[in-house]
Every structure is written in C-alpha cells, then in structure tokens.
Nanobody, 131 residues
Framework: QVQLVESGGGWVQTGGSLRLSCVVS????????MGWFRQAPGKEREFLAT???????????YYTDSVKGRFTISRDNAKNTVYLQMNSLKPEDSAVYYC?????????????????????WGQGTQVTVSS
C-alpha cells in the first residue's frame, strides 16, 4: 500500500519561502506521477504542479499559471521524496497542501492535473502566509 507523508508547512511572511516534502513509502517513486495540490477553507482542492514518472518521461514538469515561476516541483529518487519549493509567497497561498500519486500512463506528453486522476494522497500540511 502506497503511503504519502507531507512535511515542511508552517507560517511565513509575505515574500518568504518554504519547501514542502512528500515521502513515498510502499512503492518506488520512479513508477509514479506525482502532484501537489492545495485547499483553502471553503474552496475546492486546486492543482498546483506535477512531475511525471521517471520511467515514462524523464520527469517532465507542469504548473498551473498562478504558481508558475514561483513554485518548483522536483524529486529525489534515492530518498523517495518529492519536493515543492515555494518562493515569493503571498497571503492567498495560505492553504492545506497535499501531495498525490498515480501510476497511470496515457502518453509521454500527458500531465495529470485533476483531483480524480490521482489514486494516493497524503494527509496534508498547513501553510500560512501573513501579510
């Protein structure tokens, strides 16, 4: 059974940075497409970034427009860990952040951005950005 555990959330001032980590257990990271999502109170869960499974595509990445240029998703296969480096944080980035995984394959150019396209989820980590 694949399990995901996020860490690295916390409180930061506007303009600051945080790095979130997601450790994958029960599976080999290279076999999974990984995604980061967030959910603010009263809002739907929102896609942020994804990195493709190494075995299919060499870990290409894709971002939603609101975080492009500020957030970076990366993976350390030796540590079975995916990261989300978040820079230039804004109060509207405050939310619970989740990592997710799937082992699906459509094509080498496919990206997974939908909540229902991921099969495994972490418990979430809170990020609060103060103005």
């Amino acid at each position: 059974q694949v399990q995901l555990v996020e860490s690295g959330g916390g409180w930061v001032q506007t303009g600051g940075s945080l790095r979130l980590s997601c450790v994958v257990s029960g599976g080999t990271l290279t076999n999974y497409n990984m995604g980061w999502f967030r959910q603010a109170p009263g809002k739907e869960r929102e896609f942020l970034a994804t990195i493709q499974g190494l075995i299919w595509s060499g870990s290409r990445t894709y971002y939603t427009d609101s975080v492009k240029g500020r957030f970076t998703i990366s993976r350390d296969n030796a540590k079975n860990t995916v990261y989300l480096q978040m820079n230039s944080l804004k109060p509207e980035d405050s939310a619970v952040y989740y990592c997710a995984a799937n082992s699906r394959y459509r094509s080498s150019s496919a990206y997974y951005t939908g909540v229902n396209e991921y099969d495994y989820w972490g418990q979430g980590t809170q990020v609060t950005v103060s103005s």
